[in-house]
Structures are given as structure tokens and as C-alpha cells.
């Protein structure tokens, strides 16, 4: 089986998180966030994560799973979305991979 994957990147307020929830509703896919600070519970509002109803039913990874008191590296990162990835990929569904930090995309993908 191939291990396929879209990635959406962009500057700030670009418009990712909307892209990434209609290429995997359109593609049967799930996002995986490549946000960094998205990952932290305590920071909503500063992060513009998506609310429930903007996430439109497309489940969401790797956001809101770390306490803002924990060290998280990118280290930490391709790990975690390695296993969300393979388990995406395990259920015959597409990876969107959404964010704006580069460091963890690049770190990722390559």
C-alpha cells in the first residue's frame, strides 16, 4: 500500500484549517495538525484552532493533547503524527496534513 498524504501549509489566517477540512471531507481523509502551538489544551484562543463545528465531522489530530507545562519537541512530533499517520493510512483513509510550522512539516515529510 502507498503512504500518500496532502499537505496544506501557509502563512496565518491563509485559509489552511478550511482547505484541509474540505480536501479530506472530498478525499475520505482526516487532518493531522503541524501546528505547534495548537497542540497545547491552554492555548485556544491565541492559536485559532478550529471549534468542533468549523472541524464540519472530519476528525482532528494532534491538537489539544499536551499540557502547556510539558516540554514538546519535534522529536515528540514525528512520533506522534507517524503513529496517527499509520493508523490513518491503516483504515484506508488520507492523511491531510494541516499547519503553518515549518520546522515540524519539513522534519516530518522528509
Known amino acids: 500500500m502507498s503512504k500518500k498524504a496532502i499537505v496544506v501549509v501557509g502563512p496565518t489566517a491563509s485559509g489552511k484549517t478550511s482547505l484541509g477540512i474540505y480536501i479530506a471531507k472530498k478525499y475520505n481523509g482526516e487532518v493531522i495538525s503541524a501546528d505547534s502551538m495548537q497542540i497545547y489544551k491552554e492555548m ?10 468549523e472541524m464540519d465531522g472530519v476528525k482532528h489530530h494532534l491538537i489539544d493533547f499536551v499540557d502547556i507545562t510539558d516540554t514538546y519537541s519535534v522529536s ?20 491531510v496534513i494541516v499547519g503553518g510550522t515549518g520546522l515540524y512539516i519539513d522534519s516530518f515529510i522528509t
Not at 44 to 53: F, L, M, Q
Not at 79 to 87: C, L, Q, S, T, W
Open 44 to 53: 485556544s484562543v491565541s492559536t485559532a484552532k478550529p471549534t468542533i463545528d
Open 76 to 95: 515528540d512530533y514525528c512520533r506522534d503524527a507517524k503513529a496517527v499517520f499509520d493508523d490513518i493510512i491503516s483504515r484506508g483513509k488520507l492523511p
